[in-house]
């Protein structure tokens, strides 16, 4: 590995968990869903984490090092929480989109941090992209969420 790329490398791997943990978030809310309606924001959230998981493995490779291939611990107590909250109460719509909200949160915070680190000018690129998609996810779900918990 070149030196001087440990930082970056380090970084990047944080987004691909931050991403992973994403994923599967939206993966487990698609499977969980009654509406239809939501199902297709959910399973198409997943495949732009996933994607996105899968430039930032890229970059890590082309620095030469080894990239995340998970999410991260704080990602599977959350899954393992919502679980064991939905056996109790069952899975609702709003209660999957308070999560997925939670994990769009914490990738907005590792996106933050990740753009206040010194990163190649191509890979900041990619990384203002992604954080970007992340924001909008994010406030698509958050509107989702008001606009169902007003009507309960």
Same mark, same amino acid.
């Given at each position: ?18 991403c ?31 994607? !996105? *998981?899968?430039e930032?493995? /890229?970059?890590?490779?082309? @620095? %030469?090092?080894?990239? $995340?291939?998970?999410? &991260? ?9 919502? !679980? *064991?909250?939905?056996?109790? /109460?069952?899975?609702?719509? @709003? %209660?999957?989109?308070d $999560?997925?909200?939670? &994990? ?8 933050r941090? !990740? ?37 309960i």
């Amino acid at each position: 590995m070149p030196a001087g790329n440990e930082e970056t490398i380090a970084t990047l791997n944080t987004l691909i968990e931050c991403c992973k943990d994403s994923e599967f978030s939206f993966r487990a809310g698609a499977e969980h869903l009654e509406s239809a309606d939501l199902h297709p924001l959910f399973v198409g959230r997943a495949e732009d984490c996933r994607r !996105a *998981a899968e430039e930032l493995q /890229a970059q890590v490779v082309a @620095l %030469g090092g080894e990239p $995340e291939t998970s999410g &991260s611990a704080t990602g599977a107590l959350q899954r393992g929480w919502l !679980a *064991a909250r939905a056996g109790i /109460a069952g899975y609702s719509e @709003l %209660g999957l989109l308070d $999560e997925c909200a939670r &994990s769009e949160d914490n990738a907005t915070v590792c996106y933050r941090m !990740a753009l206040e680190q010194p990163l190649p000018a191509p890979i900041k690129e990619l990384v203002v992209h992604q954080a970007r998609d992340v924001t909008l996810s994010r406030n698509q779900i958050m509107d989702l969420h008001d606009r169902l918990r007003a009507q309960i």
